[in-house]
């Protein structure tokens, strides 16, 4: 009967394996329990210290930490402004050195006292005078000139200038209020060397070489070319100057008697004032007048031999402060400090990098 049998064998084989399996599973769950703990203590240790890592990274400091690309911005900026404090001082000496050389040997700013010169110049305007100039071409008439009166209408040596570190040494001591600037006067140049200038002809004009100067387009209103009859001829190396009001002008006029005949020395112009600055209403270029383009001016010299001597005149102008040449000082430091600057910070990148490495094979 085998039949039952088989089945009663097969029977007996499944509880047996029943049971073994259900042993099995049971001592597995067993397992995983008595793991469990030290599974979830590691667990938490991974969490703790992923979460004091963020801690740490979100902790606040100084700043973002410092990455490949450079030191923090809060460095930085201490960086730059300690930069700034140790670079002012040459900012400084530079904007100053240049300030003086520009006063020196450029271009400075005059006061205008007087009213001598209007209604060309008024009291208070703040000329400009080139200084350079006259290195370039020679003193034109109707040129208004800038010039040192000692030695010729004021007692005293005739100026002489120095060598070109002697002017920047006395340019130097007078930005800060020493030295002696001498009797400056503001004039308009009527006649250069081999001139000859009168007054006046038949309608009360003053000549030069014999043809008549229009003047109404800058002399004082109503004023006449001049009271005073006067016939000289311009000795080589001298001026003859006048005022544009001409009834209120010490000049040339009033110091014929004086050695050089009331002509001023060509050595003591210091430059040419080519432009009002101050007042702003009052800004504007001080042109030649067209009168003294005239070629005929030039066609004929004066004959006969020069009048003995004579010195210069008055129409002062004052020398102004020191804004001017230290704010041209700046102007062009500013840039150089920057230059220096940049090339400071190349020369420092350079060094820090190191040699480059050669290219591979």
């Known amino acids: 009967?085998?039949?039952?049998?088989?089945?009663?064998?097969?029977?007996?084989?499944?509880?047996?394996?029943?049971?073994?399996?259900?042993?099995?599973?049971?001592?597995?769950?067993?397992?995983?329990?008595?793991?469990?703990?030290?599974?979830?203590?590691?667990?938490?240790?991974?969490?703790?210290?992923?979460?004091?890592?963020?801690?740490?990274?979100?902790?606040?400091?100084?700043?973002?930490?410092?990455?490949?690309?450079?030191?923090?911005?809060?460095?930085?900026?201490?960086?730059?402004?300690?930069?700034?404090?140790?670079?002012?001082?040459?900012?400084?000496?530079?904007?100053?050195?240049?300030?003086?050389?520009?006063?020196?040997?450029?271009?400075?700013?005059?006061?205008?006292?007087?009213?001598?010169?209007?209604n060309t110049l008024e009291i208070n305007d703040r000329v400009l005078v080139n200084k350079i100039v006259y290195h370039i071409r020679d003193i034109h008439r109707g040129d208004i000139v800038v010039f040192n009166g000692d030695g010729s209408w004021d007692p005293g040596p005739i100026p002489a200038n120095g060598n070109i570190f002697q002017q920047f040494g006395d340019g130097f001591a007078s930005m800060f209020g020493f030295g002696h600037p001498g009797d400056i006067l503001i004039k308009r140049v009527i006649g250069i060397p081999g001139d000859r200038v009168a007054c006046c002809d038949a309608q009360g004009r003053v000549t030069v070489n014999g043809v008549p100067l229009i003047e109404q387009s800058y002399l004082y209103p109503g004023s006449a070319p001049s009271q005073t009859r006067f016939n000289i001829v311009v000795q080589q190396g001298r001026l003859w100057v006048m005022g544009d009001n001409r009834l209120w002008s010490a000049d040339s006029r009033d110091h014929m008697g004086d050695p050089g005949g009331g002509t001023v020395p060509e050595s003591a112009v210091i430059g040419r004032a080519f432009?009002?600055?101050?007042?702003?209403?009052?800004?504007?270029?001080l042109p030649i007048p067209a009168t003294f383009e005239n070629p005929a001016l030039n066609g004929s010299h004066a004959a006969g031999p020069p009048v003995p001597g004579s010195d210069l005149l008055t129409a002062r102008a004052e020398p102004t402060g020191q804004v001017v040449p230290l704010a041209l000082g700046f102007v062009g430091a500013l840039p150089l400090t920057w230059l220096q600057r940049r090339v400071r910070i190349r020369v420092a990148r350079r060094r820090r990098r190191g040699p480059e490495d050669p290219p591979s094979g």
């Not at 432009?275 to 270029?285: A, D, G, N, T, V």
């Open 275 to 285: 432009i009002i600055i101050w007042p702003i209403s009052r800004w504007r270029i």
């Open 1 to 118: 009967m085998s039949g039952p049998q088989d089945s009663a064998a097969s029977e007996g084989r499944d509880p047996g394996s029943a049971v073994r399996s259900d042993a099995d599973s049971q001592a597995a769950a067993d397992q995983a329990t008595a793991n469990a703990p030290a599974a979830n203590a590691q667990a938490g240790g991974s969490a703790e210290t992923d979460g004091a890592a963020d801690e740490a990274a979100a902790a606040p400091g100084d700043g973002p930490a410092e990455g490949p690309g450079g030191p923090r911005p809060g460095r930085r900026g201490k960086r730059k402004q300690r930069s700034f404090w140790r670079e002012l001082p040459i900012l400084v000496a530079v904007a100053l050195l240049l300030a003086v050389v520009i006063k020196t040997f450029a271009i400075q700013a005059f006061w205008i006292p007087s009213g001598s010169m209007e």
